[in-house]
């Protein structure tokens, strides 16, 4: 896949960069019964009080329901088409099984129409199969991996992420993960062969203002322009630094760890992002 550029016709093509769509995307409707309306709360919790601002507005969406569990095991299933998703940055993948259930799956990178493809310890080791990471070898790319057995992925799911099995300690794997961090993974946690497509994705660039408003996201002002009621960063004569960055609470915003020092999980984290 690549990206596509505009002759600046208009100023907000001068900078403009976006995915290619043509040869890539294969439906341009979901599958209606794997999808849900979803409403926008335009940064509102159950009681109305705005708790994340610069939040609001935005196109209208329906919420394709991804498969992040892959728990139908030993169905194998046919490729029927590679859609857009305009919830995440990954392309989704359209799954018919042969015993005719349907199943989105985030598509990974040469993910192809008509592939098959199937779940559980008996799979292969190739792209779009799901396994336990114990049957993964050594040294290969995944993404979509569990961090409790049956639980559904919660890493590695964004465009163009992976991670890669360093080696096995027992009943764990070692695997490191985008961020560069090295941690332990029980192996029967599930993970998906390859790398996530649409690698491209972060090459793109929006050109305007207009396309942040239609993913809902609304002007941010900085601290450093508010008054000093409003933000610590606040007040000064003319255009002042703000003092040392931090948040409208006080808190500062780079460089403080905010991990909790005895979290449980940090037994299983061999070596940090953060050398």
């Not at 999808?35 to 939040?55: F, K, M, S, W």
């Not at 598509?107 to 114990?134: D, F, H, I, K, M």
């Not at 985008?178 to 390859?194: F, K």
Request: proline share 6%.
């Amino acid at each position: 896949m690549a990206v596509r550029k505009f002759k600046p016709t208009t100023p907000g093509q001068r900078h403009k960069v976006i995915g290619v769509f043509k040869g890539v995307i294969t439906a341009t409707t979901p599958e209606k019964s794997l999808t849900v309306g979803i409403n926008g709360t335009g940064g509102r919790n159950a009681e109305g009080h705005l708790t994340t601002r610069y939040r609001g507005g935005g196109h209208k969406r329906k919420y394709r329901i991804i498969d992040f569990k892959r728990n139908k095991t030993g169905v194998p299933a046919v490729v029927k088409s590679i859609e857009y998703d305009p919830n995440r940055s990954a392309r989704i993948a359209l799954l018919y099984y042969v015993d005719g259930a349907k199943a989105y799956i985030v598509a990974p990178n040469g993910l192809e129409v008509g592939q098959q493809v199937v779940s559980g310890p008996e799979a292969a080791p190739e792209v779009g199969n799901a396994l336990p990471l114990n049957k993964i070898p050594v040294g290969t790319v995944v993404h979509n991996i569990e961090l409790r057995p049956g639980q559904g992925a919660l890493m590695a799911r964004s465009a163009g992420t992976f991670a890669q099995i360093v080696s096995r300690d027992g009943n764990y794997v070692i695997v490191k993960l985008p961020s560069g961090e090295t941690r332990r993974i029980l192996g029967e946690c599930m993970a998906t062969v390859g790398v996530v497509g649409n690698s491209e994705h972060s090459l793109e660039r929006s050109g305007k203002a207009g396309r942040s408003r239609w993913l809902g996201r609304r002007p941010h002002n900085r601290g450093v322009v508010m008054n000093p009621v409003d933000h610590p960063m606040g007040g000064g004569e003319g255009r002042a630094s703000g003092g040392h960055p931090r948040s409208r609470k006080g808190l500062y915003s780079k460089g403080l760890k905010t991990r909790k020092p005895k979290k449980l999980s940090n037994k299983y984290i061999i070596e940090r992002r953060k050398k």
